[in-house]
């Protein structure tokens, strides 16, 4: 009778339901799994010593926080678009983290900020998400953050850190989709660090890749200066539709070309830092001439490209960090497309952005291809996809944007390829009617009368069909 008892205690077997301390709702309790586990990795670049949302963003959850209704909404709406109900809505959830985040501004307490930019942070991409008609409710939510953050801008714990970059992300992808100027200041040459999961070692051998931008870290500051110069070219036609003086129309017009040649020159120099042990594929990104025109610079630069990949690294880290070089090259090539057709109005048979076009979307497929981190092709794939023309262009374009909806499932890639198509409907239109097509876009080039409001195609047919979307 005072034998051990050979059968274990049946508390050592029962275990807790997983994800149990967010809530006692199954429905809630499988939300987060799915932020966990399958919308967290879409969003970021790196994870190599774990997830930046799961190690930053999931510590400042806490009962009704309006951080956890926030990943509620998210995860819910991401569910939604795939056809999977849930209990409580989206909706529901987004109107509880809104109300949430007030009743945190209104207390004004300092040890809350990470909390309302971690909420608000988690708002922008449920917007972008869902998002259908015409709303500036994600530029709202982006100059609320940025007045936080610059009410303690030397804020450097990790969690401050990295949500800062990721509004400046968006605060540029913004810009770009609007054609508004970004709200956040141009970020200096140089200043923007990659930025790394927590606990990685300092010779990590993806010390170049940042865990939001991927290999884009230096490129950004230019792209953000160029998100700021569709508005400084509108000014320009301004001056000229409402027939200001001469030397202001002289001073503008300066100003809008020598600030393009700054931008296409920096852009036809960068190139993005390859990790130690890392080298590029051998994805054929030539033309026909075999080399890059530019207009503004006269000068060329050959196609990028190299030997096979490196044995250094392991053949899985080497498909991922070429997915993200590919990324960002689809970004520099895009730019230059955006540069030349939306702020210096060539036409769309220049052999400029059709190259540039060309490129950004073989890099998109190339990306793709390698089954690596697709959070942020959207942009480049969007804007390079409205310029093309060749039947070889659209097939690429196409699987791409299949690819990229299949891995993302998120609404905004679907919308902006049904904007694609109808661009492509428009201006095939035109061309066999004998128009210009660039008559029905709207753009206008330096120089000109000014009268054509320099509006892309794309945003016409957005208007159009009552449809908004952001990039991101």
Not at 1 to 19: E, N, Q, R, V, Y
Not at 212 to 231: K, V
Not at 320 to 330: E, F, T
Not at 372 to 384: I, K, N, R
């Amino acid at each position: 009778m005072i034998a051990p008892c050979p059968t274990g205690s049946p508390l050592l077997d029962f275990c807790l339901p997983k994800f149990s301390e967010f809530s006692d709702q199954q429905n809630r309790r499988a939300l987060v799994d799915h932020f966990c586990n399958v919308l967290s990795h879409l969003i970021v670049f790196r994870e190599e010593t774990g997830n930046p949302f799961q190690q930053l963003v999931l510590p400042l959850t806490r009962g009704s926080s309006p951080v956890t209704y926030a990943i509620f909404a998210l995860a819910s709406a991401h569910l939604e678009y795939r056809g999977v109900e849930n209990a409580e809505k989206s909706l529901y959830f987004h109107n509880m983290a809104i109300r949430g985040v007030s009743q945190l501004i209104e207390h004004n307490s300092q040890t809350s900020r990470n909390e309302i930019l971690a909420a608000i942070m988690l708002l922008v991409y449920y917007e972008c998400l869902v998002q259908k008609g015409h709303s500036n409710i994600v530029a709202g939510h982006l100059k609320g953050a940025l007045t936080i953050m610059a009410s303690d801008p030397d804020s450097s714990d990790p969690t401050s850190i990295f949500l800062e970059r990721a509004f400046r992300f968006y605060d540029v992808i913004t810009a770009l989709s609007n054609g508004t100027t970004p709200l956040s200041a141009a970020p200096t040459p140089g200043c923007l660090l990659p930025l790394s999961p927590l606990g990685v070692p300092s010779a990590s051998p993806l010390g170049n890749v940042d865990t939001l931008l991927g290999m884009s870290t230096t490129l950004w500051p230019i792209i953000h200066r160029l998100a700021g110069l569709r508005a400084l070219k509108n000014d320009f036609e301004t001056a000229i539709r409402t027939n200001e003086t001469p030397s202001k129309i002289a001073v503008l017009r300066t100003e809008v070309e020598s600030t393009a040649q700054a931008i296409e020159s920096a852009l036809l120099q960068w190139q993005p830092q390859l990790p130690p042990g890392f080298s590029p594929d051998d994805t054929d990104c030539s033309n026909p001439t075999d080399a890059e025109t530019h207009p503004l610079t006269n000068t060329t630069h050959s196609a990028e490209g190299s030997p096979g990949p490196s044995p250094s690294i392991p053949s899985p880290d080497q498909a991922r960090l070429a997915s993200i070089l590919h990324n960002a090259l689809a970004y520099r090539h895009a730019s230059l497309v955006y540069l030349y057709r939306t702020v210096l109005g060539q036409p769309r048979a220049s052999p400029a952005v059709q190259n540039h076009a060309h490129l950004a979307i073989v890099h998109c497929v190339a990306t793709v291809g390698h089954k690596g981190p697709m959070s942020a092709l959207l942009w480049p794939l969007f804007v390079s996809a409205c310029e093309a023309v060749t039947s070889e262009d659209r097939k690429l374009t196409e699987r791409a944007f299949v690819e990229v909806d299949k891995r993302q499932g998120m609404r905004n890639i679907d919308r902006a390829w049904g904007i694609v198509k109808e661009v492509w409907r428009r201006a095939d239109k035109a061309e066999l009617d004998g128009a210009d097509g660039d008559l029905e876009r709207g753009v206008v080039g330096i120089g000109t009368r000014g009268d054509g409001g320099g509006e892309e195609m794309w945003r016409r047919v957005c208007r159009e069909m009552g449809v908004s979307i952001v990039f991101g």
